[in-house]
């Protein structure tokens, strides 16, 4: 970017620092002390030095962020490294049952902790404590309900936007496209991660050879994820491509769920103690959910929140817990690890009185010593926290907390044309690299090709030709169909995940992603669909008109559209591939049955004629029956035509037009049917996008 275009930039960013309600700053502008960033490890939250009114600095610091320089670009970036983030009276609760059962069900009770630049925090405790329930809170992703209590990340509520860009959430499992390598994983991220206003492409290049060097992949940088059915990268190494991921936009905080679960003791304590490396070397806060780690992992964790029934009973240095509770009488044995001791003392039995004795004397004795080990804020920056959160429920007042984060990148990191070409680059390394699948998509038209050619080979005009050309016809409809419907609606529900998750950091548009997905499904279609249908009509002895062959390859295609376009649509709309495996095939014999072969058009119940109106196959079947039949000359001199199938009851039809007229397929006309066909391809694609807008957002909630 031209340091011309960077200043427009900042002059813009200043316009609309101008434009601040001021009547919403007063109101959220209790203390008059400006924020100042902290010493790296020192508690931001300090007495008098603590504020969460911006304005003054936070807008000096906008204006340097965006004036051009390099300077500026270092500045952007600060207000979200080197995060700390406090939280306290943390609650949230769940509705379960229903009817006369509702009822509503405490998972988190007024939880408080604090963890620090350049700390690895474990939360732990037994299962179902409420470990998962807290990390995702803290991170702002509540699928349900709505939490309470203040969190506060560099002394400041957090607005939802920026926060979902800054900070890295690592799901449990590792969910990556196996045909990508390591380095094409990482790029993808970064290029649609990293801000374009502050990064080129060669610096985002650049920054995943760092992140490789920094998680130690660089060795398999060039080796593809893989599965367990082809082979591919390591567990451990997957994680860290997981972790990766997150690190190329340098977050201030990370947080993760349980990221040495399904992995061997020795990968475990590598991940921890490249998690601790993170922390300590690059300032991270790292807040972590674990279960049962061993005693070197433990020796790494700064903090552990330990968690009894949503409830915490420790929070501070693991060593520290030890003498806590040895003083309330429970002392670790000798020779134990003291993380399982941990857990044996915390996890509640509901059969065992003494267990849940243990763990409410535990919840009542932290609640004496906490704000030892959690410093709390000070009454004016709860209070301005507060009115902050009040402030989040008006679209004003969430452009105020907007306003406090500085970095303005803009919603997107990148244009929706960067997003829709690296994510079409990616869907095309992950389709094209699928050597068994296209091997088996050309071998099916192939074969279909063949099978269908030599069974109907050069067909005769006379009556039973008129029976063979009828069904050959609706049987290429019926076979397209499925061919390129089927392979289609697997693909949302198994790759919905990924978009959740990649959605879920503001990565990209939905509408870039869905025709990224959209286009680069098209050319293998396109082709194996042409490999079976341009031999197949001479094999046949269709028309034996050029025209009528280019027709057949138009209208073949268009169905091909439309049948993509319900494929995605129905891949978007249910949530799993066992659903989608049920609903496509209902679908299409449902659309069989209208397409004009089976049931006349003119006596089906008017209550159902509305389905033919949507029948791709209608459409494609009344395309090709007028384009094979119109101006055909039909034999009539063989005996067998007076009680030819097409003509059963009516005697000889000498014109092919009057075939088509017979079954009620003479309108709309061919040029119409094709219209049509991608008028409901573009329907269909245009609702699944909509659908997968819906069906893939992730709830945040910040509070
Ligand atoms: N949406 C929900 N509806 C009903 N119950 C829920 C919901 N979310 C969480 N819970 C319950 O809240 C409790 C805490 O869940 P959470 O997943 O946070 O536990 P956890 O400590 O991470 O356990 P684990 O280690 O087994 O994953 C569990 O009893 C769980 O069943």
Redesign the pocket.
Known sequence: MSSSEMKQVGSETEHETIDIDQTMIDQLEPTAASPQKPVRGESLFAKDTVSINMPQSDQELRRRTTAGSQKSHEQSKRDYEDMEIYWEDIRYS???GSGKNKKE?P??KGDAGRAQPGQLVA?M????????????VLAGRV???DPTGTILANGKVRDRRKWKRIVGYVEQEDLLYENLTVRETLETAALLRLPSKLYSRKEKLAKVDQVMEQLGISHVADSKIGSSATGGISGGQKKRVSIGIELVTDPGTMFL??PTTGLDAATANNICDMLKKLARKNGKTIIM?I?MPRETILDMIDKVAL?SK?QMVWFGPAKEALAHFERLGHKCPPQTNPADFFLDLIQVDTRDENSQTTAEKLIEEWEKVEEEYIKPIDNDLRETANKQQDALTSKQGRAQIADNWSGDEGKWATSWFSEFSVLLKRNFQQQWRNIPIIIAAFAQQIILCLLIGFVFFRITRDQAGVQNRQGVLFFICINQTFSFLMPIITVFPLERRIIVRERASGSYRTSAAYLAKAVSQFPLACITSFVFAAPVYWLIGLNPSFIRWLLFQIITQCLVFAAQGLGMLIGSSVPNVQMAQVFGPLIVVMFIIFGGNFANQDSIPAVLRWIQWLSLIRYTYGAYMQNEFNGLELDCGSSSGESSGASAGRGCTPLGDDVVKAFGLNSPSVGLCILILLALGLAFHVLAALILRKTTRMRMRVI
């Open positions: 769940v509705m379960t069900l998972i988190l939360i405790g037994g299962s179902g404590a409420g470990k998962t329930t807290l990390l995702n699928p349900t309900g769920d349980e959910t279960h968690m949503g």
